[in-house]
């Protein structure tokens, strides 16, 4: 049977040891605004979506998406490789069929959850300036919590968030992925696509309410 010498077992003990500190450390903790700051924006969002008899309710959410949701890098980042294939006119409608979509796909989901509370549970520090805020749904008859993150970029309590993730799927990687495959499929057209998001943002505003 192989043994370790002396040194060597002194050694790869002290590995151990270093190994299993790293792993207690695990994520490094963001700052405490941030998840603060996370905690603000859902309650807020959430307030807006409760008001259903107001008939200024989208326009409020909308006007909520603008100030703190970068749709501009969000947009950049869905269109992928495609941006380079279009011209800069082509882009720029693209990114405002792109933000009206993103806010009609952002106010369907967090009108699923304007009857429950979401409580933020920690934080991820990705590195300076970019933080992922974990939450989950409160909801006392479901057997797991329902998972959410938002992606923060800022800093010393002004952060805009560039996206959201429910239970392990990133939205705005979920939506490059479908972009790319619609793209594949219509020569790469990225006026069809800016086409294609306005309708479904039409279809989504309508069955919201």
């Given at each position: 049977m192989y043994r370790l010498l002396p040194q060597a077992r002194r050694a790869f003990l002290a590995l151990l040891v270093g190994?299993?500190?790293?792993?207690?450390l695990g994520p490094a903790r963001a700052d405490a605004d941030a998840e603060q700051f996370a905690q603000r924006l859902?309650?807020?969002?959430?307030?807006?979506?409760?008001e259903t008899r107001d008939p200024a309710r989208r326009a409020k959410f909308r006007q909520f998406i603008l100030q703190y949701a970068d749709a501009r890098r969000t947009a950049l980042y869905t269109l992928g490789v495609y941006r380079?294939?279009?011209?800069?006119?082509?882009v720029e409608a693209f990114i405002q069929a792109f933000t009206d979509y993103a806010t009609a796909v952002y106010e369907s989901r967090l009108d699923?959850?304007?009857g429950q509370t979401m409580k933020v549970t920690g934080s991820i520090d990705n590195k300076p300036g970019d933080i992922t805020v974990n939450m989950v749904v409160v909801d006392p008859s479901a057997r797991n919590p329902f998972r959410v993150?938002?992606?923060l970029l800022g800093g010393g309590g002004s952060y805009r968030f560039v996206d959201i993730q429910v239970e392990g799927i990133w939205l705005s990687i979920d939506q490059r992925d479908q972009f790319a495959a619609f793209l594949s499929q219509n020569g790469?057209?990225?006026p069809a696509l800016t086409?294609?998001?306005t309708r479904q943002a039409q279809l989504m505003m309508a069955g919201v309410r």
């Open positions: 190994a299993a500190s790293l792993l207690s859902i309650d807020q969002g959430v307030a807006i979506l409760r380079n294939r279009a011209n800069e006119g082509e699923q959850y304007k993150a938002f992606r790469g057209s990225v086409a294609h998001l």
